[in-house]
């Protein structure tokens, strides 16, 4: 895929927390922004689908606990 350069001004602190990040993921800045404008272009939807995933194995026992194992996929009395 061919590149294009961009040129953008942000401030210094914006900038440092660019650079922070990227290093901390392991990435050029240049990669990390081009990450986080992917994502903002349309995978965030993606994003939440998998955050809710996770949130949903881990409280899989609290819910386990109160709506009971054997009950998967149905609809609680007096919740219809």
């Known amino acids: ?3 294009t350069q961009l040129n953008v001004r942000v401030d210094e602190g914006t900038a ?3 650079r922070e990040r990227a290093t901390a ?3 050029s800045v ?3 922004i081009e990450e986080l404008v992917r994502q903002d ?4 939807g993606h994003t939440f689908v998998e955050a809710a995933a996770d949130f949903m194995k ?3 026992s ?6 009971g194992a054997d009950r ?3 609809v609680p009395e007096g919740r219809r």
Request: net charge negative; proline share 0%.
């Open 25 to 27: 993921r392991g990435m």
């Open 1 to 3: 895929m061919a590149k």
């Open 30 to 32: 240049n990669r990390y």
């Open 16 to 18: 440092q927390a660019a």
């Open 72 to 74: 998967e996929g149905t």
């Open 62 to 67: 609290v819910f386990a606990d109160e709506f």
């Open 58 to 60: 881990q409280y899989e």
């Open 41 to 44: 272009a349309g995978e965030v």
